[in-house]
């Protein structure tokens, strides 16, 4: 939101509103304690269940599925309320807290206070209920009786917060954020320069390049290198730009607004120098990085397999060394931007050792391909895989056939490291993909309400009756929550704090914002959505994916709870 926009905002006070809770800071405050009490006792009630001798145990962890899921997300809506009511004290310390912003933290509490008594939805026909959770009524009953809980359950997202809401959406047509996002000046500008780039480039030619299912031109991807897309996060001693995650977050949601390809074209990058900076020798680190930076070459990562997915103990594709080099044998797939990459970040088994310790990390160099000969070689082939949506980059399923690495290219120097160096990028790439799923959140955000203001219907513009205003409200209120749970992970990561459980928690909530906001976006659109023509045919696929990669949800939801359930954080 420009300073113009974000003052527009602020006039008249939230207290002239009417609607709006004059002692909302601590409302917030008061019913997150609520939920944090709330939460103890389902963490207790499900840790009863999968507990073997005082231990988490695998088996009861299985056997318990729904409710142990649940409890992640119980926890994933605690922790966005908490920053929700952060962003609020800190904002209005700034004094920036306005109309806009008051009543956008007002309906998420109410909204989300509510799901928490009554029933979060984990997917669609999935609702985890208190019940499930091992609460009993009196302890549904004690947390609305709370009075920082009543309030805002009754008073905080009601039909006229709902309806003034919608007057503040469309009065800010075409703002880059609903409700001031709360970041320095710095990310600001960067998301203005972001949202230039996007608009002229990107936005008018995406949905082309989704339906011929075409690659993103060369000459976008170099003209996002002199932005410093590629560059953002590295330090500047390696060509970088030596920016913290937040920066990314800004600039990975902007893109995706643009189209999720192109926000995602960082990731490889991302994914690429954190693996290098973390567990890179000297000299690799001297070797790639500035390349990474410049874009001067095009990184991708081959992790999964057939049959594999999220189970990489089970990882079969071996690196065999002989002399000076590896020879590579065995198949991976969903490999994305695979035939013009430059150099593969490669997860091989280089040795008998089980399970995760056999695995290592090469940094295998390959010229680029095109469609035509898509890997050209030696020792590697492997053909497309034709995609729903989140296209042009292409996704890949690839063979290799003592397919050679050079033995300097083992990242670190070490074998059997490739695991845990693995591991250290999964904070970064979660906080960007939910940084990129607010982006497209954002895109059907905006593509919906532009369509409910200009289509009539009954003598009048759609977007006045409730029923479709309310559908974007909600997606500018949760995106909102979205944001301020990102940022939250980004800020920890930057601090140098552990931030796996925040990462996953911002991508888990974030990816079902965004295929809600696409879902709800085409309903808007009618049938008109539904055809091919309009681009919100395009976002919907593209937001499905946000729940399947880098973790699907109840891998996610798995990895959450049982780290709480273990006395994580």
């Keep these: 939101m420009s300073p113009a926009d974000s003052a527009a905002a602020k006039s008249p006070a939230p207290a002239a509103e009417g609607i709006a809770l004059a002692d909302l800071l601590a409302l917030t405050a008061q019913s ?5 009490t709330l939460l103890a006792k389902a963490r207790a009630a499900v840790f009863a269940r999968v507990a073997k001798d005082g231990k988490v145990a695998a088996a009861a962890i299985e056997r318990e599925q729904f409710a142990v899921h649940g409890f992640a997300w119980a926890a994933t809506y605690v922790e966005a309320l908490r920053q929700m009511a952060a962003y609020a004290a800190r904002m209005t310390q700034e004094k920036r807290f306005g109309a806009f912003e008051t009543l956008i933290v007002q309906a998420a ?47 905080g997202f009601t039909p006229a917060v709902r309806a003034r809401l919608a007057e503040l959406i469309a009065a800010h047509a075409g703002a880059a954020t609903y409700g001031d996002a709360g970041l320095e000046e710095t990310y600001d500008a960067i998301r203005e320069q972001m949202r230039r780039f996007a608009d002229a480039e990107v936005i008018p030619h995406a949905h082309e390049w ?91 990562a081959v992790f999964t397999e057939p049959n594999t997915g999220s189970d990489l103990a089970s990882l079969r594709t071996r690196g065999k060394r002989e002399g000076d080099v590896y020879k590579i044998n065995g198949n991976k797939t969903w490999i994305t931007h695979a035939a013009r990459a430059d150099v593969m970040t490669l997860l091989c088994r280089t040795n008998d ?24 070689a030696k020792g590697m082939s492997g053909g497309e895989i034709k995609v729903l949506g989140y296209r042009g980059m292409k996704e890949f399923e690839i063979g290799f056939d003592d397919f050679e690495v050079k033995a300097e290219n083992l990242l670190g120097g070490e074998e059997g490291q490739g695991f845990k160096q693995l591991m250290q990028t999964f904070e970064s790439a979660r906080i960007q993909t939910a940084a990129r799923a607010v982006g497209v959140a954002q895109s059907a955000l905006e593509l ?94 593209d937001a499905r994916i946000l729940n399947i990669f880098e973790g699907a949800a109840e891998i996610q939801a798995q990895v959450i709870a049982r780290r709480l359930l273990e006395g994580g954080n």
């Design 353 to 376: 050792q089980p399970g995760y310790k056999g695995l290592s990390m090469l940094l295998a160099e390959k010229p680029r391909g095109d469609d035509a000969n898509p890997f050209p």
């Design 210 to 300: 989704h339906l011929k299912d075409d690659y993103i031109p060369m000459p976008v991807v170099e003209q996002m290198a002199e932005l410093g897309v590629f560059s953002l996060t590295i330090p500047e001693e390696y060509g970088g730009l030596g920016l913290g995650k937040e920066s990314m977050c800004v600039v990975s949601e902007e893109l995706s607004r643009g189209y999720i390809g192109v926000g995602s074209l960082g990731t490889r990058s991302e994914i690429a120098a954190e693996l290098i900076l973390g567990g890179g020798t000297e000299a690799q680190k001297d070797k790639w990085l500035p390349k990474i930076a410049s874009g001067e070459i095009l990184p991708t």
């Design 109 to 155: 509490f109410g909204e989300y206070l509510n799901q928490l008594a009554g029933g979060i939805p984990m997917s669609q026909g999935e609702i985890v209920r208190p019940a499930d959770l091992g609460l009993t009524e009196d302890d549904v009953a004690a947390f609305r009786a709370a009075p920082a809980v009543r309030r805002l359950t009754e008073a």
């Design 448 to 541: 919906g309400l532009r369509y409910a203001q200009e289509r009539v219907q009954f003598g009048k513009p759609i977007f006045d009756f409730p029923r479709v205003n309310g559908k974007l409200v909600m997606m500018a209120v949760e995106i909102m929550v979205a944001r301020q749970l990102t940022y939250f992970a980004a800020r920890e990561k930057d601090g140098g704090r552990r931030c796996d459980l925040e990462a996953g928690m911002a991508k888990l909530l974030a990816a079902r914002i965004a295929w809600a906001a696409a879902d709800n976006a085409l309903q808007i659109h009618g049938g008109n959505g539904f055809a091919l023509e309009y681009p919100v045919s395009r976002v919907l696929c």
């Design 32 to 36: 997150v304690e609520a939920a944090d």
